[in-house]
């Protein structure tokens, strides 16, 4: 049995956005016991995370983090960079795009995913403008 589905991810610039109640909500009524959810973003400037949901400083700071290792592009640390097509964070949000992951595997067990208690789905969105991004799911049993 394979369910697959899109979801629109509405961003309002950088920054993570939790999206797991989404992800479970396509999950249970697939009726799949056991099984793995594949999630894949379509896009070359945002990424996939799975990381805790309890405490928001822990997104301020992987934000802050992720700024202070690939500051934007008029920066003078970046003056190497030579895509600029679409402003100073274009080239930096690529390159933090490739160095997260962009697709996600989550166990499905008893119907539901198998995330740990403080773990969330996250859209990481390395773009200072709003984008509507788009999250494939597939899932199989």
């Not at 909500?25 to 799949?32: D, I, L, N, S, W």
């Not at 997104?59 to 679409?86: I, K, N």
Request: aromatic share 8%; charged share 25%.
């Amino acid at each position: 049995m394979i369910s697959q589905s899109v979801l629109a991810i509405e961003t309002h610039g950088a920054g993570l956005y939790e999206f797991t109640d989404r992800v479970a909500a396509f999950v249970r009524p697939a009726g799949v016991e056991s099984g793995l959810l594949t999630l894949f973003l379509r896009h070359t400037s945002c990424s996939l995370l799975i990381q805790e949901n309890a405490d928001p400083d822990v997104r301020r700071d992987l934000d802050a983090f992720f700024r202070r290792l690939v500051p934007p592009a008029d920066d003078p640390a970046m003056a190497y960079l030579t895509h600029r097509a679409e402003g100073p964070d274009d080239m930096p949000a690529h390159i933090k795009a490739a160095l997260t992951p962009v697709s996600l595997s989550i166990p499905v067990m008893d119907g539901r995913l198998a995330l740990g208690t403080w773990q969330g789905i996250y859209l990481f969105e390395h773009r200072r403008r709003p984008h509507r991004r788009e999250v494939v799911l597939h899932l199989g049993a």
